[in-house]
T-cell receptor
Framework: GAGVSQSPSNKVTEKGKDVELRCDPI?????LYWYRQRLGQGLEFLIY????????KSGLPSDRFSAERTGESVSTLTIQRTQQEDSAVYLC??????????????FGPGTRLTVT | AQSVAQPEDQVNVAEGNPLTVKCTYS??????LFWYVQYPNRGLQFLLK??????LVKGSYGFEAEFNKSQTSFHLKKPSALVSDSALYFC????????????FGGGTRLMVKP
């Protein structure tokens, strides 16, 4: 596709509910990343996938957060039992590879999650 | 651990004047450095990168950045600012010796006034 797409663009949910966020990377990009951006703050790394390798989950803040990716395509980020502190913009990015350090990441528009 | 600092929360500059947005980094290996820009309600857009070679790198929209190894800096510059350059700018680093994670600075808001 032309760029990284994410859905939904906005999600309002009640505290305690589960949410799923979706990311479609650029076609041919083997690496996919998830970040969280709280209001007025920088990006916080959550997880990345590279091909069929085990994902790097080192940035996930708690076991309520999980992510999956099917092959080198769509990824879903799931937040269970949402809390108000989960409110943020969740950004997805893709790059040609993680092993080629020169490959910059291309970002989607983000999903704004609001937990009430 | 790798880290990035953007010491200014906001930079104000008049249209037509040169601008500088500061970034310093800390890594154990070779640094791979990036600048991204974020316009309101939009995702991050890649501006430029330094991997190796010439310390002065040129990127999109007339921006450039200078890699200074001794000062561990990678300041973003533009000779003549435009009002349309007003946005949030993020510096990011990837440590060549420490895996594949990209660490971002806290961001600097650039305000260009007419």
């Amino acid at each position: 596709g032309a760029g990284v797409s994410q859905s939904p663009s906005n999600k309002v949910t009640e505290k305690g509910k589960d949410v799923e966020l979706r990311c479609d990377p650029i076609s041919g990009h083997t690496a996919l990343y998830w970040y969280r951006q709280r209001l007025g703050q920088g990006l916080e790394f959550l997880i990345y996938f590279q091909g069929n390798s085990a994902p790097d989950k080192s940035g996930l803040p708690s076991d309520r957060f999980s992510a999956e990716r099917t092959g080198e395509s769509v990824s879903t980020l799931t937040i269970q039992r949402t809390q108000q502190e989960d409110s943020a913009v969740y950004l997805c990015a893709s790059s040609l590879s993680v092993t080629a350090f020169s490959y910059e990441q291309y970002f989607g528009p983000g999903t704004r999650l609001t937990v009430t | 651990a790798q880290s990035v600092a953007q010491p200014e929360d906001q930079v104000n500059v008049a249209e037509g004047n040169p601008l500088t947005v500061k970034c310093t980094y800390s890594v154990s290996g070779n640094p791979y450095l990036f600048w991204y820009v974020q316009y309101p309600n939009r995702g991050l857009q890649f501006l430029l990168k330094y991997i190796t070679g010439d310390n002065l790198v040129k990127g999109s929209y007339g921006f450039e950045a200078e890699f200074n190894k001794s000062q561990t800096s990678f300041h973003l510059k533009k000779p003549s600012a435009l009002v349309s350059d007003s946005a949030l700018y993020f510096c990011a680093v990837r440590d060549g010796n420490a895996g594949n994670m990209l660490t971002f600075g806290g961001g600097t808001r650039l305000m260009v006034k007419p």
